[in-house]
């Protein structure tokens, strides 16, 4: 029940996908299928995961992996745990159903005092190793231990000050690990594994999964992979591309990046990123391999794709792709623009198909700000509508709030897989970091809330939110425009917006019906 990514596979795309989850499937599908660029690895499929929760034994689990990292270490020449060439892996979840970021990854799997001086020599970077060391060592102590640690991802430290919090970290890890199983890479793999398994029933998926009606039962697969650095030095990064807008449904690729960054770097929404096409001019060999990519992703899905990718030394890297979640206003642009385009095969009933009864129906509308008020910052908007409510700052208040019929904006720093129990019943989210692909981005248009992330003329204090000269508290009102991404002081008027993309499917519709 492990499979390499180039593993030649006979069954149907719908059961491979079952077995190998999205994450899983995606990364054999390019291996595989599209013969992209894509760091070698292998599955261990949702079988598995099934079994762990259900309290049964894996007793060839680890010999199955152990094989498997064999098979990586002779593909790349590269041994892990080696105190001289190591061999660094990822550990990702991957359900077949997408549940963005609701289970745990942990990167730079392997890494020990030993493996991180061979890292700073290998590199000739000692500071690019303690980053590295330190990401490790802070995603472990939580995803694998449950330690609540003061760290988050390594920003401007100094390497003295690396090396201060790597020891502080090891002493709190030390309270709940022994420092010899710490040190021993092959326990860090086998544990991450079965804690990636555990993430299936953390509170954040079992909530998602409830909203997003996706079955409790199925479990997520395990993807272990060679780890490509997009902060290994200035001839590298990382990014998520999107082959259309997900808001506007503009054609065109759009996305987010970051130089000398890891993935969860973007997807975190901890960085106030930058706009995909920044990284044309640094790595123009590279972009046109990201675009050539992103056109073939696109015909085969025959839909709106998003992509996760690293640049390692000015080489692209495929990490992810799948169908992208879109706004409730990208959505008739893209099925409309991807019919008449005639590139991917789309006719108009699919195109219909693809668009929710309660949208085409004029049940649900998209609202469009018609207000003269001028706005007092402005950041990305990341999911079209307009919102109006009173500031919150914590998830669980929101909850608390919401039983009163209270609409609520919920203005966060930045928001992480637990903060969806109050982004649930939000009218409408604001942070001031992030990007398009930042977790609340992300969930704000698969949910279908306003949301405008990356608000940079702000601040979020310890009183309330700084803006304008004023200090926004708890209970005060503010507006958003999920559309231009413009924040407005108080309420504004809003108005449902006619969409002529929308008009025309529903012509489609009318046309088919009477064929019908």
Known sequence: MIYAFDHHHTEAHAELRRRLGGKGFSLWLMTHELELPVPPGFTIETRQCQTFLEGRPLPDLNAAIAEQIGRLEKTLGRRFG??????????????????????????NVGMTPATTAAL??????????????????????????????????????????????????????????EPAALDDPWHQLFSTVLAVFKSWNSPRA??????????????????????????????????????????TGESGPCGDFLFRAQGDDVVGGTHRTLPLQDMAGAFPGAYAD???????????????????????????????????????????RIAVELVREGK????????????????????????????????????LGTSPGVATGQVVFDPDRAVELSGTGTDLILVRRETSPEDVHG???????????????????????AWNIPAVCGVTDVELTDNGLLIAGALVREGDIISIDGETGAVYLGSITAAAAADPYLEILRGWAAEAATVG
């Open 120 to 177: 700073a020599d290998l590199s000739d970077d000692a500071l690019f190793a303690f980053q590295s060391y330190k990401r490790f060592l802070v995603s472990y102590a939580g995803t694998v231990l449950g330690l609540e640690t003061k760290y988050g991802p390594p920003g401007h430290e100094t390497e003295a000050e690396l090396r201060a919090d790597i020891e502080d970290l090891r002493q709190q890890i030390a309270h709940a690990c």
């Open 344 to 379: 991917v095969g789309l006719d108009r009933l699919e195109a219909i198909q693809r668009i929710s009864p309660e949208l085409l129906s004029g049940a649900v509308q998209i609202e469009r700000a018609s207000t003269v008020a001028k706005p007092v910052a402005q950041g």
């Open 206 to 247: 079992v909530s998602y999964r409830a909203r997003e009606h996706i079955d409790q039962n199925i479990g997520t697969a395990v993807n272990v992979q060679a780890m490509v650095f997009g902060n290994l030095d200035d001839r590298s990064g990382t990014g998520v591309a999107f082959t259309r807008n997900p808001s």
């Open 423 to 445: 982004m649930g019943v939000a009218k409408g989210i604001l942070t001031t970091l992030g990007g398009m692909m930042s977790h609340a981005a992300v969930v704000a248009r």
């Open 82 to 107: 080696s105190e001289t060439d190591p061999l660094l892996v990822s550990v990702r979840s991957g359900a077949a159903s997408s549940m963005p970021g609701m289970m745990d990854t942990v990167l």
């Open 290 to 332: 990201l675009l050539q990519a992103m056109e073939r992703l696109e015909a085969y899905h025959r839909d709106l794709c998003d992509i996760e990718f690293t640049i390692e030394r000015s080489k692209l890297w495929m990490l992810q792709a799948r169908v992208g979640k879109r706004s409730p206003a990208a959505a008739p």
